[in-house]
């Protein structure tokens, strides 16, 4: 059996590369991160699904391994083509994450150590850590007391633990589920309605509050539906407020909505997935008055704060909500000592063993300070405004309300023919021209392109060649005539 066992070890050791084939695979990864890097502003921003993307799903995983070269060349070819180019800096669609390369050196070291960041226990430090960034976005917020969170892989499961601890909170049991209400606007993110069909919470009542013409909730609609619903007896629970809309970046009056969810004692969750570091501006944290008043706000760092995906968190004004709702116990886990601070991060969330993500963050914020990432958030701001009154001025364009935070909507009004086709069409020929990558949405039934302005990577430089490219677009399709007609 001992030799058995001895020769099993020699097979399996090479999962434990000795110091040279690790400094040689160690240099074939960073030399492969850097042409990546370097060849950035040349690649596109889109690409349809190439033929390699196909490959993956029939190529085997055999029992030898091959050499490292061989397998970054396959990430190259085979998995860093095709879709989206989340780390170029003319990606414009949706709400676009970073990929600061400091977080990658934080990736990589909590890696390596794989300290357990979900029990005190385990690891006091990758826990602290994690509680310092949560206490961080708490000050942001302007949660005071007994305020905590929690770091989660992004947004939606962000959102999902905070509708859990709302239920939890209000003593809702899936079986009332039929006369308990949800308020929020048609712009709040679908994440919303997933999270309550996961919560057991998909027989509910969803209203659906009215907007302004700038897609930001109306508090007086609140109120009439809420006391409409007292006198129906059922029982409103929860209210949802955005704080940075995913379609236009609009954000809701959160300090008036946060007076009426406290005069009918309903839950008030703040969505700021996408807006929350924006709170590192002072005008907008002016502009987000009252999301301190919230229960429960999630904030994404892989969008704002210009982080790699996998990375969200959930900040509650009082973190014994989280723990009356997560908190479990088992007999293995006995041995594990209380954190002096009362809570582990497994006993605020539904997750226990989990990814030391607060590295990714932590490690970035020491080494470059607060300021450049505040400056990027102002920069991003800025742009958002300079591309509103660009297009604003382009002949023909019509746009959407000044941006809130950095979201850009606008559309081509075509002298003749269906304007939802036209740019239906203008949106198709810049996905087909992949320079740069935007995505569109329904507004008020139209069809409308946006620009989201979140990349790191995204620059005055950008920005104007991006407004060239949609010009050049538009002018292929109109052909020279209609332009020249104006
Ligand atoms: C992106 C986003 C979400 C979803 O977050 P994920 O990190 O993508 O899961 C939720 N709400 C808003 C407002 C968002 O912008």
Redesign the pocket.
């Known amino acids: 059996m001992k030799q058995q066992i001895l020769d099993l070890e020699k097979l399996s050791s090479q999962l434990e590369p000795d110091s040279h084939t690790r400094r040689y695979q160690r240099r074939s990864v960073i030399e492969y991160g850097e042409r990546f890097l370097e060849n950035l502003t040349e690649s596109k921003a889109y690409e349809a699904s190439v033929r390699d993307n196909e490959k993956l799903l029939s190529e085997e995983l055999s029992e030898e391994g091959i050499n490292i070269q061989s397998v970054i060349e396959s990430v190259e070819n085979k998995i860093d083509r095709g879709g989206i180019n989340p780390a170029s800096g003319s990606h414009f669609g949706y709400?676009p994450g970073g990929g600061i390369f400091s977080a990658a050196l934080g990736d990589y070291l909590a890696a390596v150590s794989n300290r357990y960041a979900g029990v005190w226990f385990a690891s006091p430090g990758a826990v602290n850590v994690e509680k310092r960034l949560c206490n961080w976005m708490a000050e942001l917020i302007g949660f005071t007391g007994n305020a905590g969170g929690y770091i989660s892989s992004?947004?939606?499961?962000a959102?999902l633990t905070a509708v859990v601890a709302a239920r939890e909170s209000k003593k809702i049991s899936p079986q009332q589920s039929s006369k308990t209400v949800v308020y929020l606007t048609k712009q709040a993110?679908h994440?919303i309605d997933k999270a309550l069909a996961i919560a057991g919470m998909r027989g509910c009542l969803i209203r659906r509050v009215e907007m302004d013409e700038s897609f930001r909730m109306d508090p007086v609609h609140l109120n009439l539906l809420i006391e409409d619903d007292l006198k129906k007896k059922l029982t409103p629970w929860l209210v949802v407020g955005?704080a940075?809309?995913?379609d236009t970046g609009a954000i809701d009056p959160l300090n008036r909505i946060a007076d009426i969810a406290r005069s009918h004692n309903l839950w008030y969750h703040v969505?700021a997935?996408?807006g929350g570091f924006f709170l590192l501006d002072k005008n907008i944290k002016q502009k987000m008055c009252g999301i301190e008043k919230a229960d429960s706000v999630?904030m994404?760092p892989?969008?704002a704060l210009f982080l790699p995906y996998g990375i969200?968190a959930l900040i509650v004004r009082d973190i014994s909500t989280l723990k009356n709702t997560f908190r479990f116990d088992a007999d293995y886990m006995q041995d594990a000592e209380p954190d002096p601070a009362e809570y582990s991060p497994a006993d605020i969330s539904p997750e226990l063993s989990k990814h030391f993500r607060g590295l990714r963050m932590w490690l970035p914020l020491k080494l470059h300070g607060l300021a450049p990432f505040r400056a990027a958030i102002q920069e991003k701001l800025l742009l958002a405004r300079y591309a509103h009154g660009k297009l604003t001025a382009m002949n023909g364009f019509e746009t959407g309300p000044l941006p809130d935070l950095s979201v850009v909507t606008f559309r081509y009004l075509p002298e003749k023919g269906d304007p939802d086709e036209f740019n239906r069409l203008l949106h198709q020929e810049l996905l087909k021209d992949g320079r740069i990558f935007l995505s569109s949405t329904l507004i008020n039934d139209k069809f409308i392109l946006r620009l989201a302005i979140v990349s790191v990577r995204t620059h005055l430089k950008e920005t104007d060649n991006a407004l060239k490219i949609i010009q050049e677009k538009v002018t292929q399709i109109t052909g020279p005539s209609e332009m020249i007609s104006k």
């Open positions: 709400i992004g947004g939606s499961v959102n993110h994440c955005s940075g809309t995913t969505d997935a996408y999630v994404d892989h969008k969200g």
